[in-house]
């Protein structure tokens, strides 16, 4: 008994170990490719780079995603919102779907992270700034309008994935100068038996090597990507895109605070009643044509107008 019993802790522990080592073996990997020659590559090939970058990691740390819904078709530039709640997620996310992704400027300046969001061309936004949200919103407009992908947390930070946020609308303007779809993800973390795991939560007080700790214990992570129905911004506001997406968001992670715009509770299915309507009625069609760099500083100003 005496013997099994340490033998399977052996076997516990080179399997940590392992999967340590392959991890700082993808994140050299990424850092030497945002060094080397990531920046210099044309688009395509940038992003078809950076998403094999993101699998390799993935299948480092043995984390399955698991993609549910209708996938956006390739080639389509989105606006990609999602629930935040690890480091992990822009990986999740781009293992599905290459994209620019907006994080904070301050990140730039951390050791080994901060080349790799620089070599992914990753869109800076200075927090708590109105105008570095506007700059940062108006790159991301003009990334949309010339085909690309963006993609953002709209919470602003991350929660265990409990619970839901409320949405920032600042940047949901670039879909609607750029005149792109939203599209909403709701993320999650299951265990193989399907049961939700906090292991990958990446707030409060919980350090990123904590959070890197907490995933190399797991045995085996299933990230959950539900796509939404996207939405197509016409006639709309930004905080109206917001509201709309948590919303959706909300209903595929089944959670119940899916509230309805006035702040009153709803239950899931008349939330999600709700939705379905709402989107019957804005998305009669998805594609729509890139505007001009005119177009996008004039629909900025407008909204500047109406805040």
């Not at 050299?28 to 395509?44: D, I, M």
């Not at 570095?132 to 993609?151: D, N, Q, T």
């Not at 779809?181 to 038996?193: G, T």
């Not at 968001?249 to 715009?261: E, F, N, R, S």
Request: with cysteine; charged share 20%; proline share 6%.
């Amino acid at each position: 008994m005496f013997a099994e019993a340490l033998n399977e802790r052996s076997e516990m522990w080179a399997a940590k170990l392992t999967r340590w080592t392959r991890f700082w073996a993808g994140v050299a990997n990424q850092w030497l490719a945002s060094t080397a020659f990531l920046p210099y590559l044309e688009v395509a090939r940038r992003n078809c780079a950076v998403q094999s970058l993101s699998r390799q990691l993935l299948r480092a740390l043995e984390i399955e995603v698991r993609a549910v819904g209708d996938r956006p078709e390739d080639g389509r530039p989105l606006l990609v919102v999602s629930n935040h709640i690890s480091w992990l997620d822009s990986y999740v996310i781009l293992a599905l779907m290459p994209c620019r992704f907006v994080a904070k400027a301050e990140a730039f300046d951390w050791p080994v992270f901060g080349a790799i969001l620089r070599g992914g061309g990753t869109i800076g936004i200075t927090r708590g700034s109105a105008r570095g949200a506007k700059s940062a919103a108006e790159e991301a407009a003009a990334a949309l309008a010339h085909g690309e992908r963006v993609a953002f947390f709209p919470e602003g930070t991350s929660t265990d994935g409990s619970n839901l946020l409320q949405f920032h609308p600042a940047l949901f303007q670039s879909a609607i100068a750029a005149g792109t779809p939203v599209q909403p993800i709701a993320l999650s973390y299951l265990r193989p038996d399907g049961t939700r795991t906090t292991s990958p939560a990446y707030c409060g007080d919980i350090t990123l090597m904590q959070s890197i700790a907490g995933i190399v214990k797991e045995p085996a992570i299933v990230a959950r990507v539900q796509f939404c129905d996207p939405m197509v911004p016409r006639q709309t506001t930004r905080r109206d895109l917001a509201r709309e997406a948590r919303l959706r968001i909300a209903i595929k992670l089944g959670m119940p605070d899916a509230c309805l715009p006035g702040g009153e509770r709803a239950p899931s299915g008349q939330a999600s009643r709700l939705a379905r309507t709402r989107a019957e009625s804005r998305a009669s069609s998805i594609g729509s044509d890139p505007r001009s760099r005119d177009s996008i500083e004039s629909s900025f100003q407008g909204a500047q107008r109406n805040d």
